[in-house]
């Protein structure tokens, strides 16, 4: 376990996620814990974005109250300390939270990036994002943060989905995967290829991983149903709802199956 000045990664990030507080509280209680503590090495901001995209993983989820949260003590870190990847990781975080207005549809269901209504994302937040994102790529210090909020900032850049330009976004996963190695990443990066090079080759990229990887069903349908085998893609996103991490996307995944399911009892 890593530690921060004294504190764990796992004792900053509980300060926030404790299911049963309220938002209030969590801040609070996150403010106490990290009260006085220095960061003076480069591993230690490392964690501390680490903990901080956490946060605002969660509440990318569902609290937009926890998610502005993490961005304001993104901003207030990049504002004291000069570093790539701080700037980097806010961002990736304007840029996502640009959306959110999109994400979700009245009912509370998810809404793919794909089917979003464009008018309804921030152009304000997205400019910020592009503009912290270009100040700290001219550096030359390439992070895994820097990477993301550039795949990031290329959806936002795109008026349509169609317009998405896949192969860029290709290329900067083939960044992230140098950088980090992640099995999650090589995972998108299979749904970026499939985009760019058809679906063919995207379940070629999806072969190479762990079929154990969370999400992993998910994408598999996609690439399916985008290569017309929609038997194996309603089965799949079955599956893949069932490993769901979270409700609307739960619900999400089931519509999916459903939509083939009742498509091919048509044909």
Request: aromatic letters at 4%; hydrophobic letters at 45%; one cysteine or more.
């Amino acid at each position: 376990m890593r530690a921060v000045g004294g504190l764990t990664t796992r004792q900053i990030a509980q300060a926030y996620l404790v299911p049963e507080a309220t938002m209030a509280q969590r801040i609070s209680r996150a403010k106490k814990t990290v009260s006085g503590v220095r960061f003076d090495r480069s591993g230690d901001v490392g964690t501390v974005l680490r903990v901080l995209y956490l946060v605002f993983n969660e509440g990318y989820s569902g609290d937009v109250d926890l998610a502005a949260e993490a961005i304001r003590l993104t901003r207030q870190l990049s504002a004291g300390i000069g570093d790539e990847e701080v700037r980097g990781l806010l961002a990736l975080m304007l840029l996502h939270h640009s959306r959110r207005a999109a994400r979700t549809r009245a009912d509370g269901s998810l809404v793919p990036l794909a089917e979003q209504d464009r008018s309804l994302w921030d152009v304000r937040l997205i400019a910020e994002g592009v503009e912290i994102l270009q100040a700290a790529l001219a550096r030359d210090r390439l992070g895994e943060y820097q990477a993301q909020a550039a795949i990031a900032a290329l959806h936002a850049d795109a008026r349509t989905a169609a317009e998405t330009d896949w192969v860029q976004i290709v290329e900067w996963y083939d960044e992230l995967v140098a950088l980090t190695g992640s099995p999650v990443h090589r995972l998108n990066r299979a749904v970026a290829v499939g985009e760019a090079d058809g679906a063919r080759a995207g379940l070629a990229a999806l072969a190479e991983l762990d079929p154990g990887l969370p999400r992993y069903a998910a994408v598999a349908a996609h690439l399916h149903e985008r290569d017309g085998d929609l038997p194996t893609a309603a089965r799949l996103y079955a599956e893949a709802a069932l490993a769901a991490p979270n409700l609307p996307e739960r619900d999400h995944l089931t519509r999916q199956a459903a939509r083939l399911n009742a498509a091919l009892r048509g044909c």
